[in-house]
Structure formats: C-alpha cells, structure tokens
C-alpha cells in the first residue's frame, strides 16, 4: 500500500502532469484561421489532505493575429469588441507568456514534468492555445501536446449535466449567466466544478482504492 504522503503530492496524484484550467475566447470555431481574444489559466494547489484548491487566475485580452477571421455571430455571442481600447489587448505572443511563464514555475513547484490542460469541452481550449503557440513559435509550451481532462465528460459522469451553467447548479456552485463567456470567470468557474469533482471521487474512497492496487 502507498505511504499516506502520496495523497497530498499532485505529481503521483495524476502521473506526473499538473492540472491547469485553461479557457478561451474566440471570433470562431477554427483553431487555424479564427482570432483568439481572450485566454485565462488557473492554476490548482493540493492541501495536506489531499484536497484540491484554486491557487492562482491569470489572464490577458489578445490582439487577432494578422490575417485572422472574425465571425461577427461570435461576438455577438461572447459580447466581445476586439478592438475596444479598454481591453489594453496585447499580441499572441506576450499573452502566452503571461500565462506559461508561472505555469511552468508551478509546474517546477509541484515536482511535476509537465501541465495538463482541464477544460470544459477541452478540445476547444486544447486546439486554440495550441495552435496559437505554434504561431507564435513558442518553443517551451507547458502542455501535454494531447492529452487533457474534460469537465464536460466528468461533469455528465458526477452531476448529470454537460452544460457549464447546468453542472455547477447541480454540484452547489453559484453561477451567474451574466458573467459567463469571459475567460477569467469561466475559467474560474470549471476550476471549482473540477475541484468538486476530483475531491468528491477522494471522500467516497476512490482515490484511496487507486493507492490500495498500487
């Protein structure tokens, strides 16, 4: 049986990956040719219980990149002026950075090897933070270059519900449609209902159960 300390260690608790909360904005739903405008992280602490926390919110607003589509139904969705100088936009670049320079600091803190990113409807998330990476030429991207947590997939096995809004009404988390398609609040949102979720699995002994086979 696995010693106690390995239930309050995020590396051994999902194989070496820290899970960070990634959520985007967008004039589209082409990760090759439609602008992202706006990206959030959040990065996850773990107590000496064993238990998952918010640890940190980072975000910017970005600038399309040179060339970009922008579907105008998008933003009128997401209520999102791109060129509004109140947004205090910056390039692509300088947006990631923001966000992966303290991942990759956290990812270090955490003795873990890499990040993993947790997204609701993480596909999404996954293929616009990448492909805006590859853009921009990023060489130290934090992420799994695949592999990422679903809270839409986890939030339809523990709540019952897909929809954003809908799962956190059912895990007891206050959401308010009026905040919601900004990606500091969604963000921040799908961080407390994967919270729920994973410590949830651990109080009914499941985590426990995964250390017991080891």
Known sequence: MAQSSDKTNMADRFR???PVVIDVET???NAQTDALLEIAAVTL???EQGYLHIDSTYSANVVPFEGA???QSALAFTGIDPWAPSRNAINEAD???TLFKPIRKAVKSNGCKRAILVGHNATFDHN???KAAERCQLKRNPFHPFSTFDTAT???LACGQTVL???CEVAGIDFDNKKAHSAVYDTEKTAELFCMIVNRWKDMGGWDLVLDTR
């Open 27 to 29: 004039a589209g739903f």
């Open 128 to 130: 616009f933070l990448f």
């Open 154 to 156: 986890l939030a339809g």
């Open 69 to 71: 589509n922008i579907e």
């Open 16 to 18: 070496g990956y820290l």
């Open 165 to 167: 809004a809908k799962a």
């Open 95 to 97: 947006a990631l950075e």
């Open 45 to 47: 602490i773990m107590d």
